[in-house]
């Protein structure tokens, strides 16, 4: 972890936090153990890098489409398959987001990392202008886009997914988790596209909603 940093020094009591995960580690610790250290040095990470693990508020899809139109387009492709003009100069290449094998190990959290932090070694360079918060817009709806088909196939059926898990699973997990991960944690693969495919934009339609019937409430 602490290798990945970017270009900042290690903080010394990061270093010291990871030196003690490591001889954790070695001394074969109890997981209890390991996960209370390690959970000490990622607080410190996130604090020192100023990284956010997840979003305050749930990203809106539509907003990371226009985001990715202005930003990524060229090298990521307009269909998102990798196949943008830039791209065949490019070694390695840009990634399709519906390359499994590249998507599986994802998480929001990842791509806001590889967009705020780059991939070093590749055309991947940080891309510093976008904010946060559109920064997980983006990122949201690149990890929405292998699940587009299953989510739209059965509406209800997604919808009613959602709903079922909806107050089991945060935020902060969806947006830290891997598909691999929310696939053991949350069951189904509709379950999964459901959550992925989910915007922002909903709530604010909910939200738009409840406000009309409580004002109707009040009109009278
Ligand atoms: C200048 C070209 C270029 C632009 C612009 C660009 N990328 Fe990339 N991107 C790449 C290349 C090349 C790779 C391949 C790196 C690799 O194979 O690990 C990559 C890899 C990635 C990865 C994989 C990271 C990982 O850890 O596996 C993600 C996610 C990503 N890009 C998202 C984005 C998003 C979102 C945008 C727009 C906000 C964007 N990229 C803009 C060239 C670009």
């Not at 610790?29 to 508020?57: R, W």
């Not at 990890?143 to 909806?166: I, N, P, T, W």
């Not at 053991?184 to 409840?210: C, H, I, M, P, W």
């Amino acid at each position: 972890m602490a290798s990945q940093l970017p270009e900042t020094k290690l903080h010394p009591e990061i270093l010291a936090l990871t030196n003690k995960l490591d001889e954790l580690v070695l001394k074969k610790a109890t997981p209890d153990e390991v996960g209370n250290a390690a959970q000490k040095a990622k607080a410190q990470v996130m604090q020192v890098t100023h990284l956010q693990s997840a979003p305050t508020s749930w990203p809106n899809i539509s907003r990371g489409k226009q985001i990715y139109a202005q930003n990524c387009v060229t090298c990521h492709g307009e269909k998102a398959d990798g196949q943008g003009v830039a791209a065949t100069a490019l070694n390695p290449p840009p990634i399709s987001f519906f390359d499994a094998s590249r998507m599986n190990g994802l998480s929001p959290f990842k791509v806001f990392n590889a967009i705020q932090i780059g991939v070093p070694g590749t055309a991947m360079a940080p891309i510093k202008k976008i904010s946060d918060e559109d920064t997980w817009a983006v990122a949201f709806y690149a990890m929405s886009l292998r699940h587009e088909a299953l989510a739209q196939q059965d509406k209800d059926a997604a919808q009613k997914a959602y709903v079922s898990v909806a107050d089991k699973i945060h935020l902060e997990d969806v947006a830290s988790l891997s598909d691999d991960q929310l696939l053991q944690s949350g069951g189904s693969e509709l379950v999964v596209a459901s959550f992925r495919t989910y915007s922002g934009e909903n709530d604010y339609k909910r939200a738009l909603e409840n406000s009309k019937v409580l004002s109707a409430r009040f009109d009278h």
